[in-house]
């Protein structure tokens, strides 16, 4: 049911919801903030233009507990299956929107909750699915996409880098010198660099041997020396591990198994969440909680990419391992 917007006589004259959601919003674009954070702003704005009859009449003091419950309600009565992550999403926005016309006297002081979840142990990539995907494809009879996503596949599993920092990696943020990456577009959206793993460094080697390019030239290009769109990488992925014979396809995949082997090998929480690029220890502490796991730290021994070499040989990347 949709919530209709208070009559004139029971609202206190105030600002408007939509005109307090245009000022918000030019703040966040000046404040620099990424432009898929603001897609998030514009999507909740929408999701209330959906829940209010005529948003353009709503003022933001009408707004209370009670409003924020009955969203919660129309989000599960327009999607009876929606999960409670989902919807935590949703208020996670709202709540940012909301509590910026609180700090501004729109409306009055209140907390909006997150729902509890339930945990539910992220799904990885098995030994056995590693062993298809990293298996090296035969350069004298493969393609250049075809190589290049088996190199992405290593770089994946060696990283645990998301999708978009993936898609804007240049040739010059491999420092084979220091054996770093330079991460310049992060969600947190602070450059880092990360370790470059043994295995990983001797692959990327061979490959920018392969593709060649100068330094300001994207690392893992279209075949055509472009940036690869997320949506093309996600495709290309998904296409090559199909054909390796693994069912899953998502690329999420390869950074939850990157967390699951660091931890469940010993590596601590602290620096989980600088690797994987967590803004606070919320998300690195879910990850503990899932595999239950003593800390301690060796980048080397804790990728999938190198651990798995040593378990079950390297012979299908073509690298000698030093035991």
């Known amino acids: ?32 903030i990424s432009e898929k954070t603001i897609i998030h702003f514009d999507t909740i704005m929408k999701v209330l233009e959906s829940f209010y009859e005529d948003v353009s009449k709503v003022y933001c003091s009408e707004i209370t507990t009670d409003t924020v419950e009955e969203f919660i309600e129309f989000l599960k009565e ?33 907390k909006i909750k997150r729902l509890r979840e339930d945990r539910i142990v992220k799904e990885v990539y098995t030994p056995d699915e590693i062993s298809r995907l990293i298996e090296k494809p035969n350069l004298k009879k493969t393609n250049f996409s075809e190589y290049r996503n088996w190199v992405m ?26 054996s770093m990456i330079h991460l310049r577009k992060v969600k947190t959206r602070k450059a880092y660099n990360m370790p470059l793993s043994v295995t990983l460094e001797k692959i990327l080697r061979e490959y920018l041997e392969y593709r060649k390019g100068e330094g300001d030239d994207y690392l893992f290009c279209n075949r055509y020396g472009a940036r690869l769109q997320e949506s093309s990488l996600n495709t290309a992925i998904g296409r090559y591990n199909q054909r390796r ?7 999420h995949l390869y950074r939850n198994t990157f967390a699951k082997n660091y931890l469940t090998s010993g590596g601590d929480l602290a620096r989980l969440q600088k690797l994987l690029c967590h803004s606070t220890p919320t998300m690195s ?31 299908k990347v073509g690298i000698k391992m030093k035991k």
């Open 78 to 110: 327009r999607n009876p299956k929606i999960r409670a992550t989902s919807i935590n999403s949703y208020l996670k926005d709202l709540r940012t929107f909301l509590y910026y016309c609180m700090d501004r006297g729109y409306l009055k002081p209140f």
């Open 285 to 315: 502490l879910r990850y503990a909680e899932m595999y239950d796991t003593d800390l301690d730290y060796h980048f080397n021994e804790r990728n999938p990419l190198d651990s798995h070499m040593r378990e079950f040989g390297s012979g």
């Open 153 to 178: 596949t290593c770089y994946l599993l060696a990283t645990g880098n998301r999708l978009g920092t993936v898609c804007d990696l240049r040739v010059k943020d491999i420092d084979f010198q220091n």
């Open 245 to 251: 014979g693994v069912a899953k396809t998502s690329i």
């Open 1 to 32: 049911m949709k919530r209709t917007a208070l009559s004139l006589q029971e609202r206190s004259q105030g600002k408007l919801l939509t005109e307090a959601f245009q000022i918000f919003r030019r703040v966040k674009v000046n404040n620099n």
